[in-house]
């Protein structure tokens, strides 16, 4: 796995059914595979951590990012999009 | 797999603690474009910027976007303008003017706030060419926009240029007036150096030196309230706290040292350094003085201030180093007065003054920085400012760095406000007594006995 085709995903919100639908349906649409998925709710707020590859996917990233957005508009959620690379840059020795 | 409290920690980093990328400064050699039609000249300074920089912003935006950490500016440095208009020079010559304008409308061009780089190198003596740039300071800070200028005085290997210090008392003088009707905003744009970097990414001193690449990347992490917010929540002792401050200083160099490469090689040139500055801005808790404070000192300059310095600074380096090979720069911590609310706010309750400024200088990588004065305040008496500045980099083997302000009209105890970055701050009151007979004497201080290391 390429660490730079890897790109990690955070969203926090006010917690309702059809977050993550949303969100795995356009990762989904893009042909990105989730590598990993965790999320809690603690008193209403909604946390999500996901990790998807895009190696088999054509999509550049800001349009990516753009899509996403738009999910979190939609669902009323804070959603970021980064390069996995700048956390373990920072992170790891 | 990366951790999510990993994650969240960047995150916050950046949310709430005003993490970023201060600067993405790409330095360019313009030695080549030298001609001795000054109008020629000008013109190809204008063409190479822009044909080399154009692509910066959008790479810039691309890397920010990616990473997710913020690249609040995009800087060209050049080499010395001082160092090429020489085949240019006639009598009376105002060619460095026209260089400038040329800079100042591809800055304009390719979107840049600041470029850097209208300098001269004069710590040993003045050419015919570097004396006509000095001359023209003041002129072609006053009629541009973005032009920052920078002129080393003094260096550890050569010693004080005197008759260079004497001149640029009056340099910083004449640009305080030509630019009065913006406080002397001209003086913001203007830094006296001894042991200026060849590779400072930092505007006003920036400037693509001598020994570099035809063109490359560097990079200034920037991230006050980070370490505010660690020695906030540190309780223990000086030995952990310059431990908690190493590691976060760790973590802010490896993200500046990706997103410099990252643009490099969009640019597809060399990546040349990472400054690990600690550089304050206005924003409330985006300040160097307020870490000092939360060290456990009531107001920014009350005794213990040189010493909390002296920590944050070397644990910020001893950090960095670890994170990257390619450390250069300033790379320290910035005392500015107006761009840094806290240290601003020592000034008006009296805690800060100019001495004690000038002795933190010795332990951080600048000196008197953004400092308003006197519009009164004779140009003998800033020269010996500069002086002494210079005195302390050239004696301890450091940068040292002058960016006095003789704020026309205004005396001590007044305010004065440059806006945005430049922030606003009380005047600072000088000394009463004169130097005018010691910057009127001339010549060379020798270099310090320690300058002979062969």
Known sequence: MNEEDVVVITVEGSDHPGIVAGITQALADVDANILDISQTVVREVFTMLLFADLKNSDIEFNELKERLNQVGDEQGVRITVQSEEIFTQMHRV | ?454
């Not at chain 2, 910083?172 to 400072?200: I, M, W, Y």
């Open chain 2, 1 to 454: 797999m990366i951790s999510s409290e990993e994650i969240f920690e960047t995150i916050d980093m950046v949310a709430i603690e005003n993490l970023d990328i201060r600067t993405v400064t790409l330095g360019i050699n313009i030695a080549g474009c030298s001609s001795s039609n000054p109008k020629k000249l000008a013109e190809n300074v204008e063409e190479k910027i822009i044909e080399k920089g154009e692509r910066l912003s959008e790479a810039a935006d691309r890397i920010e976007s990616r990473y997710g950490i913020p690249i609040v500016n995009r800087r060209i440095s050049v080499s010395p303008v001082g160092e090429m208009i020489a085949p240019a020079l006639k009598n009376d010559d105002e060619v460095g003017v026209e260089v400038a304008l040329a800079m100042d409308n591809a800055a304009k061009e390719i979107g840049v706030d600041f470029i850097g780089g209208y300098s001269a190198l004069v710590d040993r003596g003045m050419t015919k060419a570097s004396n006509c740039l000095l001359n023209t300071i003041p002129k072609a800070l006053s009629q541009t926009e973005r032009v920052c200028s920078s002129v080393e005085v003094a260096s550890t290997r050569s010693g004080i240029n005197m008759d260079a210090v004497k001149k640029s008392g009056e340099i910083v003088k004449e640009t305080a007036e030509k630019t009065s009707e913006d406080g002397g905003l001209g003086c913001a744009k203007l830094g006296f150096f001894a042991n200026a970097p060849p590779d400072n990414p930092f505007m006003p001193g920036a400037m693509h030196g001598p020994g570099n690449e035809e063109s490359s990347i560097s990079v200034a992490i920037s991230g006050p309230g980070v370490v505010r917010s660690v020695v906030e929540t540190t309780d223990g002792d000086f030995s952990e706290l310059s431990e908690a401050i190493k590691k976060t200083s760790f973590k802010m160099t490896r993200a500046g040292e990706l997103v410099g490469r990252k643009v490099a090689e969009q640019l597809d040139v060399k990546f040349n350094i990472v400054d690990l500055s600690l550089a304050p801005t206005p924003a409330e808790g985006d300040s160097v003085a307020m870490i000092l404070e939360k060290m456990g000192i009531e107001g920014c300059g009350a005794p213990g201030s040189t010493a909390a310095l002296a920590l944050l600074t070397d644990a910020v380096k001893k950090g960095g180093m670890m994170a990257t090979p390619n450390v250069g720069g300033l790379s320290g911590s910035f005392i500015p007065v107006t761009e840094d609310s806290r240290m601003a706010r020592a000034v008006e309750q009296g805690s800060m003054n100019i001495e004690k400024l000038e002795a933190m200088s010795s332990v951080c990588s600048v000196g008197l920085d953004m400092v308003p004065i006197p519009g009164d305040t004779s140009p003998e008496t800033i020269s010996a400012i500069i002086a002494d500045e210079c005195a302390i980099g050239m004696m301890n083997n450091k940068t040292t760095g002058i960016r006095l302000i003789p704020v026309p009209g205004k005396k001590s105890g007044d305010t004065v406000s440059f806006g945005g970055l430049l922030g606003e701050s009380t005047i600072m009151s000088v000394s009463k007594y004169k130097s005018t007979k010691f910057s009127q004497r001339g010549g060379r201080i020798p270099a310090p006995i320690h300058s002979l290391k062969n």
